[in-house]
């Protein structure tokens, strides 16, 4: 047996690490602008109503040929290059998504061969709108631990494909994005400890309206593409209470006050969730606050990383300081992180 394994070609090693940080962010929204107009009509609804219930004035929804795997490897060439790296020093692949029409392969191991990489380990995570932290949890640890000299974690999603128009529960919020990081070695502490998890209890609060299996029972023939859904109010209610005392231990745990942090990043999920964990965290006017979702809409676990790109290219200046992240969803799950924002820091 041992000189069978010998004969095996040795795989790759690197040093483990004690820290690790983010060194790119790159982000990829859908072409298309979808104002609240274009949907309120099969909801019976109003633009007033959206903006009320939601903060979203417009979202971002890719065209019909564009898939999960073309958005995804824009936001990663955008990344490579936010980084200054190559795909070449790439070692290890993770995208986080729940849209990928392909229950087998992984949208991953697509992704790996049009970046020509495609030896490295590449697996996807379905961890809906927490997946981005999720793979950032798992980057930070392949780092770490000497597994990979750098990961590329992206999160994607086409939600559009996954519509039912005539919903009033979550179809007016959905958009498309790609967003990565690349997460590499560090010599100071670039990515906290994740502090992550799931409520089993609530899982089925946001998810599709049946299973595959059951697509042959349906007689409707326009029924039978499973499509989202949530209960609304229990899904607010849980997080703007419970997300934000996860975000208050990730701060307590990364031994960071509220007022030292530069940005808070928050899964765009609804505006009023957003505001009512700003007021929770008693985050001071000087902490810049991620608020993408009014004109790109809730992309899942694309979220993070894409309004974490436009905070950056809006203030340069926000590079090197540090941000709360903190996604959830459909599970419901939740990770979160203190990060150092990627960049050279600006004065």
Same mark, same amino acid.
């Given at each position: 047996?041992?000189?069978?394994?010998?004969?095996?070609?040795? *795989?790759?090693?690197?040093?483990?690490?004690?820290?690790?940080?983010?060194?790119?962010?790159?982000?990829?929204?859908?072409?298309?602008?979808?104002?609240?107009?274009?949907?309120?009509?099969?909801?019976?609804?109003?633009?007033?109503?959206?903006?009320? @219930?939601?903060?979203?004035?417009?979202?971002?929804?890719?065209?019909?040929?564009?898939?999960?795997?073309?958005?995804?490897?824009?936001?990663?060439?955008?990344? *490579?290059?936010?980084?200054?790296?190559?795909?070449?020093?790439?070692?290890?692949?993770?995208?986080?998504?729940?849209?990928?029409?392909?229950?087998?392969?992984?949208?991953?191991?697509?992704?790996?061969?049009? *970046?020509?990489?495609?030896?490295?380990?590449?697996?996807?995570?379905?961890?809906?709108?927490?997946?981005?932290?999720?793979?950032?949890?798992?980057?930070?640890?392949?780092?770490?631990?000497?597994?990979?000299?750098?990961?590329?974690?992206?999160?994607?999603?086409?939600?559009?494909?996954?519509?039912?128009?005539?919903?009033?529960?979550?179809?007016? *919020? &959905?958009?498309?994005?790609?967003?990565?990081?690349?997460?590499?070695?560090?010599?100071?502490?670039?990515?906290?400890?994740?502090?992550?998890?799931?409520?089993?209890?609530?899982?089925?609060?946001?998810?599709?309206?049946?299973?595959?299996?059951?697509?042959?029972?349906?007689?409707?023939?326009?029924?039978?593409?499973?499509?989202?859904?949530?209960?609304?109010?229990?899904?607010?209610?849980?997080?703007?209470?419970?997300?934000?005392?996860?975000?208050? @231990?990730?701060?307590?745990?990364?031994?960071?006050?509220?007022?030292? &942090?530069?940005?808070?990043?928050?899964?765009?999920?609804?505006?009023?969730?957003?505001?009512?964990?700003?007021?929770?965290? +008693?985050?001071?006017?000087?902490?810049?606050?991620?608020?993408?979702?009014?004109?790109?809409?809730?992309?899942?676990?694309?979220?993070?990383?894409?309004?974490? @790109? @436009?905070?950056?290219?809006? +203030?340069?200046?926000?590079?090197?300081?540090?941000?709360?992240?903190?996604?959830?969803?459909?599970?419901?799950?939740?990770?979160?992180?203190?990060?150092?924002?990627?960049?050279?820091?600006?004065?």
């Amino acid at each position: 047996m041992s000189a069978q394994l010998n004969e095996q070609p040795r *795989l790759t090693q690197y040093t483990p690490r004690e820290h690790s940080r983010i060194f790119g962010v790159g982000a990829y929204r859908g072409e298309r602008v979808v104002p609240n107009s274009e949907l309120i009509e099969p909801i019976n609804s109003s633009d007033e109503w959206i903006r009320q @219930r939601t903060g979203i004035v417009t979202r971002r929804r890719a065209t019909a040929e564009v898939s999960v795997v073309d958005m995804a490897e824009s936001a990663a060439r955008s990344a *490579l290059e936010h980084a200054g790296l190559s795909a070449e020093q790439i070692g290890a692949v993770v995208v986080s998504t729940v849209t990928h029409p392909y229950a087998t392969p992984s949208a991953a191991t697509q992704l790996i061969g049009r *970046l020509g990489i495609p030896t490295v380990p590449a697996y996807d995570v379905s961890a809906a709108c927490a997946g981005y932290c999720y793979g950032v949890a798992q980057g930070d640890a392949l780092v770490r631990s000497g597994m990979a000299e750098h990961v590329l974690v992206i999160g994607v999603e086409k939600l559009s494909d996954f519509i039912d128009p005539t919903d009033r529960t979550i179809s007016f *919020l &959905l958009g498309d994005a790609a967003g990565a990081v690349v997460i590499g070695p560090s010599e100071t502490p670039g990515i906290s400890r994740s502090m992550w998890g799931s409520e089993a209890n609530k899982w089925n609060a946001i998810g599709m309206t049946h299973s595959l299996l059951d697509m042959e029972k349906i007689s409707d023939p326009a029924a039978v593409w499973p499509t989202l859904r949530q209960d609304g109010p229990s899904v607010f209610r849980w997080a703007v209470w419970e997300m934000a005392k996860v975000a208050r @231990r990730t701060l307590e745990d990364a031994g960071v006050a509220p007022e030292e &942090l530069g940005a808070f990043i928050p899964h765009q999920a609804n505006m009023r969730i957003i505001d009512e964990m700003v007021k929770q965290l +008693k985050l001071p006017e000087s902490v810049h606050v991620a608020r993408d979702i009014e004109d790109t809409g809730n992309t899942s676990a694309a979220s993070i990383p894409v309004a974490m @790109r @436009r905070m950056l290219d809006e +203030k340069p200046e926000l590079a090197g300081k540090l941000a709360l992240q903190i996604g959830f969803g459909a599970g419901l799950v939740f990770g979160a992180q203190v990060v150092v924002l990627p960049g050279e820091p600006k004065a």
